[in-house]
């Protein structure tokens, strides 16, 4: 099988190059000049060098399977993400001298903010910059579908794991060190708010099924669990074996941190008001599509996964 991935040196990335290195994968890896490409050296693939944005860049040739992960992230306004997230896709796609399955890993927020339980035949409503340019090239590549290209679209929630890019706005290490270090704090009732989650060895076997299966122009939700941040703070003090220590806060006092925060930092700040703003949202997805039709039955339990990324951080150096 011959195999090219996007986005090899990102978290998900890594995680499937690492699942598929098999004996039966003949593995491409299209990275940019500028990658850190000690992780996949590690691993039997061969380096493509190009860039989303310059199609000349773009040397490639005919392969079974794309696995297209790679996109822009940070917040630098749509512009920034449509350069990558659209036009660098459709680039990609028309250097390609042919293929028999596309996988697109979008995104949750493809789909926007909802106050239910949300399902693939629902109508999305994007409200961020990032969420609307990943609706707009799934837009694109189901249309591209009617005409016979074969694309699968995955929508993943909040991923974490081992791997994980952990300058993201929503990396479990940032919960993990406010539990362990008894600052664990909630803001109004966000305690009780619910999030869809994927753990990124469950979520690359769903991307990895997704690629052997022969459904074409589908959307799949990838969640694995749906807890609620009390709920998932008291997972991570079992695992650590410490008392949890809540604390509630003033929501007026922590939005002017974070604005205070955002003005030193810029919007990467760790206390920032997104961060505050997703605290007090619920979000949760339904993922029985993907399981009926992908055949996805998800390995690891919501503490098994939560164990084995505190693990990873804690052999990384990360956490101490």
């Not at 940070?74 to 459709?90: L, Q, R, V």
């Not at 803001?187 to 999030?195: A, D, F």
């Amino acid at each position: 099988m011959k195999i090219l991935v996007t986005g090899a040196t990102g978290f998900i990335g890594k995680n499937l190059v690492e699942f598929l290195s098999k004996p039966e994968n003949e593995i491409d890896c299209l990275i940019r000049k500028t990658s850190d490409t000690s992780f996949l050296k590690k691993h039997k693939v061969k380096l493509i060098k190009g860039d989303l944005n310059d199609k000349n860049s773009l040397k490639l040739g005919r392969y079974n399977i794309v696995y297209h992960l790679a996109g822009a992230v940070g917040s630098k306004g749509y512009g920034h993400y449509d350069e990558t997230n659209f036009k660098g896709t459709i680039n990609l796609i028309e250097s390609l001298e042919g293929l028999d399955k596309f996988i697109y890993l979008s995104s949750g927020s493809a789909f926007g903010d909802s106050d239910k339980i949300i399902n693939e035949e629902m109508e999305s409503n994007p409200c961020s910059d990032y969420g609307k340019s990943k609706r707009n090239i799934e837009s694109h590549l189901l249309k591209m579908a009617e005409k016979g290209f074969p694309v699968i679209i995955l929508r993943p929630p909040i991923v974490y794991g081992e791997h994980d890019d952990v300058k993201r706005d929503l990396s479990m290490l940032k919960l993990i060190k406010l539990v362990t270090r008894g600052n664990y704090f909630t803001i109004k009732n966000s305690g009780e708010t619910r999030k869809s989650l994927c753990y990124v060895k469950n979520l690359v076997e769903a991307i990895e099924l997704a690629g052997k299966s022969e459904k074409k122009g589908e959307v799949y939700f990838i969640s694995d669990s749906s807890p609620s941040l009390d709920e998932l703070a008291k997972q991570i003090a079992e695992i650590e074996n410490i008392d949890l220590k809540k604390k509630n806060l003033s929501i007026e006092l922590l939005e002017n941190y974070a604005k205070l925060n955002e003005k030193i930092f810029g919007e990467s700040a760790d206390l920032n008001t997104r961060v505050i703003k997703g605290m007090l949202t619920t979000w949760i997805c339904d993922s029985s599509k993907a399981k009926k039709e992908l055949g996805w039955k998800p390995k690891h339990d919501l503490k098994k996964s939560l164990k084995n990324t505190i693990n990873w951080y804690k052999n990384a150096g990360i956490l101490k």
